[in-house]
């Protein structure tokens, strides 16, 4: 239920990137709405991705540790790839907010 909360929260949030007039209904404030949720969405995505990712590296590590060799380096190229997608977020936000 928390999720269709939030998943609704935020369609209705970005409703006013879709109107007809040059900045939407709210104006500058859509725009500035749709940086700051770009930005704050794309870093909790990847702050939770990267927790977890983390969390069975170590777990992983503490069960096997003659094999933190091997899971170390997939790791770190998996975390350099979450945190791509929170540049992109990043982008978006500055793209937006050129806008203004």
């Given at each position: 239920m928390k999720k269709l909360t939030l998943l609704l929260f935020l369609l209705v949030a970005a409703s006013p990137l879709y109107a007809q007039s040059e900045y939407g209904e709210l104006g500058v404030f859509g725009i500035a709405l749709g940086a700051g949720l770009a930005i704050s969405v794309s870093a909790l995505g990847g702050g939770i991705g990267q927790g977890i990712a983390v969390s069975?590296?170590?777990?992983?590590?503490?069960?096997?540790?003659?094999?933190?060799?091997?899971?170390?380096?997939?790791?770190?190229?998996?975390?350099?790839?979450?945190e791509?997608?929170?540049?992109?977020?990043?982008?978006?936000?500055f793209i937006l907010q050129g806008k203004i």
């Open positions: 069975s590296a170590l777990e992983g590590i503490a069960r096997n540790p003659n094999a933190s060799d091997k899971i170390f380096t997939p790791m770190i190229v998996g975390l350099a790839l979450i791509s997608l929170v540049i992109y977020g990043l982008v978006i936000a």
